[in-house]
């Protein structure tokens, strides 16, 4: 893949804040509709993003040409990395699990693009 020249980039990052015990179902389309006003974005960093939310948040990223990375440590609340892959390379991303060694908060989540 051939990324784009080098130079600034539209970064939207978003505390989705899914909450404990709610149902996710209700709050998906309200997300969705929030992204869409940020359209042109190149990278989302989102936190707090339920995990049912997933498949969802994959299928909409790729119908407009972008990657979903989201991770996996954090029960219900999680992170999640949103790339617009006309824009960036994914070379490598990760937990970093060593961060959070006892396991009592979320564990970073960090990418390398090019």
Same mark, same amino acid.
């Given at each position: 893949?051939? *990324?784009? $020249?080098?130079?600034?980039? $539209?970064?939207?990052?978003?505390n989705?804040? !899914?909450?404990? #015990? $709610?149902?996710p179902? !209700?709050?998906? *389309? !309200?997300?969705? &509709?929030?992204?869409?006003? /940020?359209?042109?974005? $190149?990278?989302y960093?989102?936190?707090?993003?339920?995990?049912?939310?997933?498949?969802?948040?994959?299928?909409?990223?790729? *119908?407009?040409? &972008?990657? %979903?990375?989201?991770?996996?440590?954090?029960?219900? &609340?999680r %992170?999640? %990395?949103?790339?617009?892959?006309?824009r960036?390379?994914?070379?490598?991303?990760?937990?970093? /699990?060593?961060?959070?060694?006892?396991?009592? #908060?979320? *564990?970073?989540?960090?990418?390398?693009?090019?």
């Amino acid at each position: 893949m051939e *990324a784009t $020249e080098p130079g600034p980039f $539209e970064l939207v990052a978003w505390n989705i804040n !899914a909450g404990v #015990g $709610e149902e996710p179902s !209700a709050d998906f *389309a !309200a997300i969705t &509709q929030a992204l869409d006003r /940020y359209g042109d974005a $190149e990278l989302y960093a989102l936190s707090e993003v339920h995990p049912r939310w997933a498949m969802n948040l994959d299928r909409a990223a790729r *119908a407009s040409g &972008q990657r %979903l990375l989201m991770g996996e440590d954090g029960r219900r &609340q999680r %992170l999640a %990395l949103i790339v617009d892959e006309a824009r960036f390379e994914v070379l490598e991303w990760e937990e970093l /699990y060593t961060v959070d060694k006892d396991g009592r #908060g979320r *564990a970073p989540l960090s990418a390398l693009l090019r």
